[in-house]
């Protein structure tokens, strides 16, 4: 009988252990700032091994950025149930994505600012991530708009497309600022469930008077809400 | 009678020029990629004189993100009538902000994007821009809330600061988010009261609704929206 081989360390998880090394370094010092040396040291590897693997600084932070943009749309999508009401699938996203980036702030970090620091082709990959996101939040408001239109009364004053479009960026950005809150510095951090009912609130009640006819209006000055419904 | 010299541009002038071309070219290519030769071409001036004036690339970027983000919240706050109403504060403020990014799309991207490439001195500029803001929004907020108790019925279910806190930052990101659709690439884009229109709609309407406890419930499935007032 053979004896058994000394297994090495598959290449994946070798790889996987420099790629969630790079996130850490990548996250606290920003590109231009991380060196390949700190990344080797964190992961226990050497530098050669990490070139051969996984190729240049450049590749390695691209690699970052797409695995953890597919780990937070993963979550986000694998939260949401397909059939749910269109308030329960905005409720169900927006909370695993809070949940998602407190449980992974190097991620998050990576992905909201520190892809920002490199240039055109990073940009890219994040700008098509968020234009992901902002075009699943469209159609929820639209389904929400229709949801809304079935099951009440009339006099609706329908939403158009670039308003919604609006409404969607809107959101999407208040998510994205309202997670950097949250994994910021500042003192008391809310939870995950708080900064969901925070937004949720806001944008789904706004939401609701919206599809409903019922908007701000600049004309009335103190009331400021007027039901043209 | 002495001869009249010839009069050179004053220094204010010229440091003018080349930090407007400052902000052209870091709008454009980032910190890192932003060629000083560049930008004493667009500026009409030499290299050296543009080190004489403004040190170092380093200083010439701190001076634009501080520049900048000075226009931006004085634009807003000479926009912002102190006694009036906050739904119409919030209103003339955020049109303030949406015109202002949008009349100086490269002065936007410089503070919104460009200033996170280059690390910690220049994050702390943004961030306590921002921070600032924020804390305007906070105000807003709790005098929306102040009129909203004032001028109506019982039954209200105070905020709490740390819910108020994270509504300003929602609106905050959202207005970020919003400014860089109608400055994107994306087609037909929206004008700054369009825009403004589009967060005072959901916000305020939404926040009023917060205030006279009107909330989305989580437990409420398909409804969404239950009156607590």
Same mark, same amino acid.
């Given at each position: 009988?053979?004896?058994?081989?000394?297994?090495?360390?598959?290449?994946?998880?070798?790889?996987?252990?420099?790629?969630?090394?790079?996130?850490?370094?990548?996250?606290?010092?920003?590109?231009?700032?991380?060196?390949?040396?700190?990344?080797?040291?964190?992961?226990?590897?050497?530098?050669?091994?990490?070139?051969?693997?996984?190729?240049?600084?450049?590749?390695?932070?691209?690699?970052?950025?797409?695995?953890?943009?597919? %780990?937070?749309?993963? +979550? @986000?999508?694998? =939260?949401?149930?397909?059939? #749910? &009401?269109?308030?329960? !699938?905005?409720?169900? *996203? $927006?909370?695993?994505?809070?949940?998602?980036?407190?449980?992974?702030?190097?991620?998050?970090?990576?992905?909201?600012?520190?892809?920002?620091?490199?240039?055109?082709?990073?940009?890219?990959?994040?700008?098509?991530?968020?234009?992901?996101?902002?075009?699943?939040?469209?159609?929820?408001?639209?389904? %929400?708009?229709?949801? +809304? @239109?079935?099951? =009440?009364?009339?006099?609706? #004053? &329908?939403?158009?497309? !670039?308003?919604?479009? *609006? $409404?969607?960026?809107?959101?999407?950005?208040?998510?994205?600022?309202?997670?950097?809150?949250?994994?910021?510095?500042?003192?008391?951090?809310?939870?995950?469930?708080?900064?969901?009912?925070?937004?949720?609130?806001?944008?789904?009640?706004?939401?609701?008077?919206?599809?409903?006819?019922?908007?701000?209006?600049?004309?009335?000055?103190?009331?400021?809400?007027?039901?043209?419904?």
């Amino acid at each position: 009988m053979p004896k058994p081989r000394v297994r090495r360390m598959p290449r994946e998880v070798r790889e996987r252990q420099m790629i969630d090394a790079a996130v850490r370094v990548f996250a606290r010092c920003g590109y231009s700032a991380a060196s390949m040396d700190e990344i080797a040291e964190l992961a226990g590897a050497s530098k050669p091994l990490i070139y051969l693997y996984l190729h240049s600084k450049e590749d390695l932070f691209g690699t970052c950025i797409r695995r953890e943009a597919a %780990a937070l749309l993963g +979550a @986000v999508r694998s =939260a949401v149930e397909p059939h #749910a &009401p269109a308030d329960r !699938r905005l409720w169900d *996203g $927006l909370r695993a994505f809070f949940a998602h980036t407190a449980a992974h702030p190097e991620g998050w970090a990576v992905l909201s600012c520190r892809a920002r620091t490199h240039g055109e082709p990073f940009d890219r990959v994040v700008a098509e991530l968020r234009e992901e996101i902002v075009e699943v939040v469209v159609r929820l408001i639209e389904e %929400a708009a229709e949801d +809304a @239109v079935g099951g =009440a009364a009339a006099g609706r #004053a &329908p939403l158009n497309g !670039r308003e919604v479009t *609006g $409404l969607a960026h809107a959101l999407v950005g208040a998510a994205e600022s309202l997670a950097g809150w949250a994994n910021g510095p500042a003192g008391a951090v809310p939870s995950a469930k708080e900064t969901a009912e925070t937004l949720m609130n806001v944008a789904w009640v706004g939401l609701e008077n919206l599809v409903s006819g019922r908007r701000w209006e600049a004309a009335a000055s103190k009331a400021g809400v007027v039901s043209s419904g």
